[in-house]
């Protein structure tokens, strides 16, 4: 079946620095994805959102890159601050309005 | 942006009772809002979609006698663990979007510990 699935299941970054965090999916008709960040017992909360119709997407601090050739998503969080750590779940949307999630990535800020 | 807001945060019960949980869309409607289930340390996964006005639709494995789900309103979308074990302590979510391609918005979560 269709997946979504994310290369590191954790991630360590020093404080200051920049964060990449990368998403393979499988669908290939898939128009829409979408980054969440996940704060312990709480629930996901947007990110940024990109379609297929573009390659990049900048928010605040957040870009997320999307390549299509190889079904390939990325989002990356510059100058990392302690208040990124979450986990971050990548997700896609085939068209049918349901979303298919990454398995999630843990994000560390080491101070 | 848009508000879900899910209540309860949190619910212990004993095994056999029954629990609802509440999920609304604060200031916008929505025809269409989605329940998640999250164990631990683990990805979100998609139970049903609940549709306004008409019977949900369930993602195979799950069964629909035991998660009822009544979409009464456009803001209100209720999700009831029926006679609860404790195999259904989770962590359960709700999302709805403002319109058809729109973003999703999620609930707070609600923990649910069966005793």
């Known amino acids: 079946g269709e997946s979504v699935g994310l290369h590191l299941p954790t991630l360590s970054v020093q404080e200051g620095d920049n964060s990449i965090i990368n998403c393979a999916y499988s669908?290939?008709?898939?128009?829409?994805f979408i980054w969440y960040k996940q704060e312990s017992g709480k629930g996901p909360q947007f990110i940024i959102d990109?379609?297929?119709?573009?390659d990049k997407r900048q928010g605040q601090r957040v870009t997320v890159l999307l390549n299509k050739t190889v079904k390939h998503l990325s989002l990356q969080i510059a100058a990392t601050q302690p208040g990124d750590s979450a986990v971050y779940f990548c997700?896609?949307?085939?068209?049918?309005?349901?979303?298919?999630f990454g398995t999630g990535t843990r994000l560390t800020i080491i101070p | 942006g848009a508000v879900v807001s899910q209540h309860p945060s949190w619910v212990i019960c004993k095994s056999g009772t029954s629990v609802k949980i509440e999920c609304r869309s604060l200031?916008?409607?929505?025809?269409?809002m989605f329940w998640y289930r999250q164990f631990p340390k683990q990805s979100l996964m998609l139970m049903a979609t609940?549709?306004?006005?008409?019977?949900?639709?369930?993602e195979q494995g799950v069964e629909k006698d035991k998660f009822l789900i009544n979409h009464a309103s456009l803001t209100l979308s209720t999700l009831t663990v029926t006679s609860a074990h404790p195999e259904d302590s989770s962590f359960y979510i709700c999302?709805?979007?403002?319109?058809?391609?729109?973003?999703?918005?999620f609930g707070s979560g609600t923990q649910l510990s069966v005793l």
């Open positions: 609940s549709n306004e006005g008409s019977k949900a639709t369930y």
């Open positions: 200031d916008f409607q929505a025809t269409t």
């Open positions: 997700a896609e949307n085939g068209g049918n309005e349901k979303l298919t």
């Open positions: 990109i379609r297929s119709n573009m």
């Open positions: 999302s709805a979007a403002q319109g058809a391609g729109e973003k999703l918005f």
């Open positions: 669908n290939s008709a898939s128009d829409y």
